[in-house]
């Protein structure tokens, strides 16, 4: 039975045996197969493909995916781009939706806050102490709902850089046997990092950039220009810095050879722009943006300056003396109303201003007070008459804050006068104030902004004002005309002192800013209005009646 049991054992073993070895041998090619299934799947097909081809898909490709190529592989990395003009490496684009939406929210709530602050403001409270603390809880509120979503936010922030840092010090430190190439502009976005410096550096010094654009989300920070001067062939003409700006003191030495600067919140402050001014004597074009520096007179008195357009953005700036700029032929003004007092500026001929009196004056941390503040006419015509050929002017508010006083300057080379974004709400005699300080006007263009609830009628008709003959204005335009009876007046007069006018075009639209002249210049965008036939011939009877004004010359949409 031994016998019979032994080999009967044995071959059962044998058979267990058998089993495990096949397991395991299947189990192996399983795993085998698939490794070779995952490695099939995830090959990089694409830089297994020939150079030429590649190049092909690079052309194909816009700028800023070009840019993320450069950190696949060193394949691609040395690959031979197609030379694009502009890049723009934005740090919200690598951003996900949701940090969007959160601070969409932020900015919502902070809006809220400040509708709730200036409600609080307005209510009759006796005591300032009683006013602070109201105003003091709400952004106590405020606050408390920011700060659930910061630290989030920063993580976003956080992650997002890490990534942008990786593809921009791919673009452009990439390895010294890399291909040179050249391109015209770049525009970096970005949070505040200590190698931002090594990126302009290599981007000016390496690349040879002509125009650059340097926006920091983040406090002003300062950097020391001057190792670009060492550099050969800088070809940089134009520069845009936001929070981001060079140490107090002389320029470097590739500043003096800009041309076209723009300074925006923190580089913006005073002294830098009064630096620059002095030492860049080829700079032609200079525009400062959302300066936090307010209450700071701006004075231009650099006789040997080529400056020749000076634009200031939402500066908060009370008082601008124009005291010696002789090749100065633009300047523009937009914010706050701001005190002007012309000099020396025989070649200024275009002028565009566009104030907004909000009505409030900040006096601390958390106080926001109502002001009611009025400005003359005079306060913007101070000094020498400028012999400006074009004037651009928009008086924006919800409450009449011009005082309509004599202008004292003649302005005899004015030749265009163009008036936007009045309240239908104000009177409109300091219009003609200004139209009789222009003898010479050739063309006038008036726009009512009729978005606004009309509260009242314009009181123009009723306020005698000495309004000589002009001789020489050939073109009347008035948007937003809606054939009221005070809209009627106006035009009337106008046509009552200007004998030899040619052309009268009355139409419903609105005024934008023109994208190409920015802020000095405006353009017209009609709308489609169906007039009744007994409506038409009623409102041009009423313009003929009195004025003698032939109906063929007046166009009415």
Not at 126 to 150: F, P, S
Not at 169 to 177: G, H, I, K, S
Not at 304 to 326: A, E, H, M
Not at 452 to 469: F, H, M, N, R, T
Request: include cysteine.
């Amino acid at each position: 039975m031994a016998m019979d049991t032994s080999p009967r054992l044995y071959r059962r073993l044998r058979k267990t045996s058998d089993i495990s070895i096949a397991t395991t041998v299947s189990s192996s090619s399983k795993r085998m197969r698939t490794k070779e299934e995952h490695s099939s799947c995830c090959e990089d097909k694409i830089s297994s493909l020939p150079e030429e081809i590649l190049i092909m898909i690079l052309d194909k490709l816009d700028a800023r995916t070009t840019i993320t190529t450069t950190i696949l592989s060193k394949r691609w990395l040395d690959l031979p781009r197609r030379s694009h003009t502009f890049y723009d490496l934005s740090i919200y684009d690598i951003l996900p939706p949701r940090y969007h939406r959160l601070k969409k929210i932020a900015m919502e709530t902070k809006a809220i806050y400040e509708a709730a602050k200036r409600t609080q403001n307005l209510i009759d409270i006796c005591d300032k102490y009683d006013r602070y603390n109201a105003i003091k809880d709400l952004n106590e509120q405020w606050m408390w709902k920011v700060h659930l979503r910061t630290p989030i936010l920063q993580r976003y922030e956080r992650l997002a850089m890490r990534c942008y840092v990786k593809r921009v010090n791919a673009f452009l430190l990439p390895p010294d046997n890399v291909q040179r190439r050249s391109f015209q502009k770049l525009r970096l976005q970005t949070f505040w990092r200590p190698g931002l410096d090594e990126w302009f550096t290599a981007a000016v010094g390496r690349w040879g950039v002509e125009d650059l654009e340097i926006v920091v989300e983040s406090r002003c920070k300062q950097f020391g220009f001057y190792p670009l001067d060492r550099c050969q062939n800088v070809r940089l003409k134009r520069l845009l810095l936001s929070n981001f700006c060079h140490y107090y003191g002389t320029p470097p030495l590739f500043f003096q050879r800009l041309t076209t600067i723009t300074l925006c919140k923190g580089s913006s402050h005073p002294h830098l722009v009064y630096d620059i001014l002095r030492d860049c004597l080829q700079l032609v074009d200079l525009r400062l943006r959302d300066s936090p520096y307010s209450h700071a007179p701006l004075h231009v008195n650099f006789p040997n300056s080529r400056l020749k357009n000076l634009q200031v953005d939402n500066c908060d700036i009370f008082k601008i003396y124009l005291t010696s700029v002789p090749c100065l032929e633009t300047f523009a003004c937009r914010g706050q109303p701001t005190k002007l007092r012309y000099g020396e500026v025989p070649r200024l001929r275009h002028v565009s201003l566009n104030f907004l009196e909000t009505g409030y004056a900040y006096t601390g941390e958390h106080d926001l007070i109502p002001r009611k503040n009025t400005h003359s006419l005079s306060k913007f015509f101070k000094g020498v008459p400028p012999p400006v050929e074009e004037f651009f002017l928009q008086l924006r508010g919800h409450q009449m804050w011009l005082k309509p006083t004599t202008i004292i300057s003649r302005l005899t080379n004015l030749k265009k006068l163009f008036i936007a974004n009045v309240p239908v709400d104000w009177d409109t005699f300091w219009i003609f104030i200004l139209f009789a300080a222009a003898p010479y006007l050739q063309s006038l263009h008036v726009h009512f902004d009729n978005n606004l609830e009309k509260v009242s009628a314009a009181g123009s008709l009723d306020v005698q004002v000495e309004q000589p003959q002009h001789h020489h204005l050939r073109e009347l335009v008035v948007i937003g005309f809606d054939g009221v009876a005070w809209q009627t007046g106006f035009v009337k007069r106008i046509m009552r002192a200007s004998r030899r006018l040619g052309r009268v075009h009355l139409l419903d639209g609105h005024v934008v800013e023109d994208e190409e002249q920015e802020l000095v210049g405006l353009e017209i965008l009609p709308h489609r209005r169906e007039w009744h036939e007994c409506e038409r011939l009623e409102v041009l009877e009423e313009l003929t009646d009195g004025t003698g004004f032939p109906v063929h010359k007046i166009v009415l949409e």
